[in-house]
């Protein structure tokens, strides 16, 4: 009888802690893949779009404006957020490209180019 009650006992315990998957906290980085994707509007900048359904913290120059954070994931040394619009890598800051509702906005963070070497 006491093996079986230890029996139960360690089966329960196993599945109480193997059971679940353990999720990052939020804004950590879980993969190399982290994207946000999201259809253009007619009229309407990468930037304007990203804003009206994300979290965005972005720093402003004489360039444009250019993303810091997304939903709380900032740029690092070595990671850093970039767009692309209809898979073609950004040439313009975020709030100076204006989309068509045909485009597709993917931003991924990505390693700097130094890190991929």
């Known amino acids: 009888m006491k093996k ?25 980085l ?3 893949t982290l994207a946000v994707r999201y259809y253009g509007a ?10 009206a359904s994300h979290e965005v913290e972005k720093k402003t120059s004489s360039l444009g404006s250019f993303v810091e ?7 690092r040394r ?3 957020w970039l767009y ?9 800051a975020s709030d100076r490209y204006t989309t068509a509702a045909k485009d597709t906005i993917e931003w991924r963070f990505e390693k700097s180019y130094k890190e991929e070497k």
């Open 84 to 92: 692309y619009v209809n898979g073609k890598k950004s040439e313009v």
């Open 42 to 51: 007619d009229g309407k900048t990468v930037l304007e779009l990203l804003e």
């Open 69 to 75: 954070a997304i939903d709380g994931v900032a740029n």
């Open 4 to 28: 079986i009650n230890l029996l139960m006992l360690v089966l329960a315990f196993a599945l109480a802690c193997g059971g679940k998957e353990k999720t990052p906290p939020a804004g950590e």
């Open 78 to 80: 070595d990671r850093f």
């Open 30 to 32: 879980v993969d190399s």
